[in-house]
């Protein structure tokens, strides 16, 4: 396994890097969130953040909640105001709407979204995952509910 680690981390360049921040801080945030979360990971008993739009209920984006201050999503550890705002701006020109912000348990939103949850985009991107969050933080994420 170490080997792997090894070779995935040295053959990992700034383009797929770039590629991964866009895949899971937009397009698979939710399943990022479903991950990280899961039953036996060290993040489960954190809260999620979701941000749907306020009129039709669709799903924007989500991230974790650190604090009431913070959030964790692939783009690292940012303000909880200005995800939002980030997040607001797209929903406005895509949707025409506003956004509303809720906070759930994470096995309330990994329940609500299993559905659309790839399992075997879990295991097919663990180490990715892992990699991706180490390196935008530079520590390991794991520790952040020490």
């Given at each position: 396994?170490?080997?792997?680690?090894?070779?995935?981390e040295a053959g990992?360049t700034?383009a797929?890097?770039?590629?991964l921040?866009?895949r899971?801080g937009?397009?698979?945030?939710?399943d990022l969130?479903?991950?990280?979360?899961?039953?036996?990971?060290?993040l489960?008993s954190l809260k999620?953040?979701?941000?749907?739009?306020?009129k039709?209920?669709?799903?924007?984006?989500s991230?974790?909640?650190?604090?009431?201050e913070?959030?964790l999503?692939?783009h690292g550890?940012?303000?909880?105001?200005?995800?939002?705002t980030?997040?607001q701006n797209?929903s406005?020109t895509?949707?025409?709407?506003?956004?509303?912000?809720?906070v759930v348990?994470?096995?309330?939103?990994?329940?609500k979204?299993?559905?659309a949850?790839?399992?075997?985009?879990?295991?097919?991107?663990k180490h990715?995952v892992?990699f991706?969050l180490?390196?935008l933080m530079?520590?390991?994420?794991?520790?952040l509910?020490?």
């Amino acid at each position: 396994m170490r080997s792997f680690l090894r070779d995935f981390e040295a053959g990992l360049t700034s383009a797929h890097m770039s590629c991964l921040i866009q895949r899971f801080g937009h397009g698979d945030c939710h399943d990022l969130v479903c991950v990280l979360t899961s039953p036996g990971e060290p993040l489960e008993s954190l809260k999620v953040i979701e941000f749907v739009s306020e009129k039709n209920k669709i799903p924007v984006h989500s991230a974790i909640q650190i604090d009431d201050e913070y959030v964790l999503d692939a783009h690292g550890v940012s303000k909880l105001v200005e995800v939002r705002t980030k997040y607001q701006n797209l929903s406005q020109t895509e949707l025409s709407e506003d956004i509303v912000v809720n906070v759930v348990p994470s096995h309330v939103f990994t329940q609500k979204h299993a559905f659309a949850f790839d399992e075997d985009m879990f295991v097919d991107t663990k180490h990715e995952v892992d990699f991706l969050l180490q390196s935008l933080m530079n520590i390991d994420y794991r520790n952040l509910i020490a």
